[in-house]
C-alpha cells in the first residue's frame, strides 16, 4: 500500500509485530469511524476510501488555518519567529516596510512594536489594517520601487510621513516568478539591487535592516556593501520557512554612513 495515502492515520511502527494485514485493519476501521463534514461514513475499505479520506481531511485542516490565523500572509509568522530571537522592531520609534502588501508583516509590526509609527511602502494595493491604533500609527504609500529616480522625493515624503528617518527597516520584497530558479533569482538579486539605495537614504544611523534573501551570483556583492554600512550581519533560515525553498533571511544590524568598517557574518 501507498505510504503517501497514510497521512493521519495512527499506523503501527514497521518493527512491531503487528502484520500488514493488521496494519490495513486497523487503517480501515479509522476510516470507517471517520464522520465527515457531510456527516457521512465510509463504509468500503478500499484505498480509494484512504484517498477520499485525506483529501477531505487535508482541505479541511487547510480551511481551518486560513480562517484561524490573524495574518493576511504566511510571511507573518516568519517575521514573528526572527523577531522572539533577535528583536527587530520591538523597540523601534519609526519602522518602514518595503514591498509591504498584502500586508502580514505590518500587521506583526504593530502588534509588537506598540509606540513605533509604521509606514507601508507597495505598488500593490494595501487593504486598510484593522488593529488597534492602526489609523494613527500606520501610513501606506504606494509606489513603484523600480524606479530609483523618485526615491529621493519618496524618502523625503517618508521621513515627513514618521517624523524622522526610520530605526528599522524590513522587507520581505519577491518578484513575480516564472518557475525557473535561475531566472527567479536573479530576478529576485536585481530587485534587491534596486531598493538599496533607498534603504541607505532612509535608514537612520544605528538602525536596522532586515530582509529576505536568495542565493544567486549577486549575493556576494550584495553581502560585501553591507558588511561595510552595518557592524553586524545575521544570516537566518526560519523554522516557518518551507525546507525547500530557496531563502534565508538577513539582518543587518546598526548602519553607519562609512564604508570604511568591516562586520562578520552570524548564523
Not at 512491531?16 to 463504509?43: C, G, L, P, V
Not at 522592531?89 to 519609526?94: E, H, N
Amino acid at each position: 500500500m501507498n505510504k503517501a495515502r497514510l497521512i493521519g492515520f495512527t499506523v503501527p511502527k514497521k518493527n512491531s509485530e503487528i502484520n500488514k494485514k493488521a496494519k490495513r485493519k486497523s487503517i480501515y476501521q479509522q476510516i470507517t469511524n471517520h464522520k465527515t463534514d457531510n456527516n457521512n461514513t465510509y463504509s468500503k475499505p478500499d484505498r480509494f476510501a484512504l484517498a477520499r479520506f485525506n483529501r477531505d481531511r487535508f482541505n479541511s485542516q487547510k480551511l481551518a488555518e486560513t480562517r484561524e490565523t490573524p495574518y493576511r500572509s504566511r510571511a507573518a509568522f516568519k517575521l514573528l519567529e526572527i523577531e522572539d530571537k533577535y528583536q527587530v522592531c520591538a523597540q523601534k520609534k519609526r519602522i518602514v516596510d518595503l514591498g509591504a502588501a498584502p500586508g502580514g508583516w505590518l500587521q506583526v509590526a504593530l502588534e509588537i512594536a506598540p509606540n513605533a509609527k509604521l509606514l507601508g511602502i507597495d505598488q500593490k494595493t494595501i487593504a486598510p489594517l484593522n488593529e488597534n491604533s492602526a489609523a494613527e500609527r500606520l501610513h501606506i504609500m504606494q509606489e513603484n520601487l523600480q524606479n530609483q529616480e523618485k526615491f529621493p522625493i519618496i524618502a523625503e515624503n517618508i521621513i515627513k510621513m514618521l517624523g524622522g528617518k526610520p530605526d528599522c527597516i524590513i522587507s520581505d520584497i519577491a518578484p513575480n516568478t516564472i518557475g525557473a530558479a535561475q531566472i527567479d533569482n536573479d530576478r529576485f538579486a536585481c530587485l534587491l539591487e534596486n531598493i538599496m539605495p533607498l534603504v541607505y537614504q532612509l535608514l537612520d544611523q544605528g538602525g536596522d535592516f532586515l530582509t529576505k534573501l536568495r542565493h544567486s551570483a549577486a549575493e556576494k556583492d550584495l553581502l560585501n556593501n553591507l558588511k561595510a554600512r552595518f557592524s553586524k550581519l545575521h544570516l537566518i533560515k526560519p523554522q516557518a520557512s518551507r525546507k525547500s525553498a530557496n531563502e534565508i533571511y538577513l539582518l543587518a544590524k546598526k548602519f553607519h554612513s562609512s564604508t570604511h568598517k568591516s562586520s562578520k557574518i552570524e548564523a
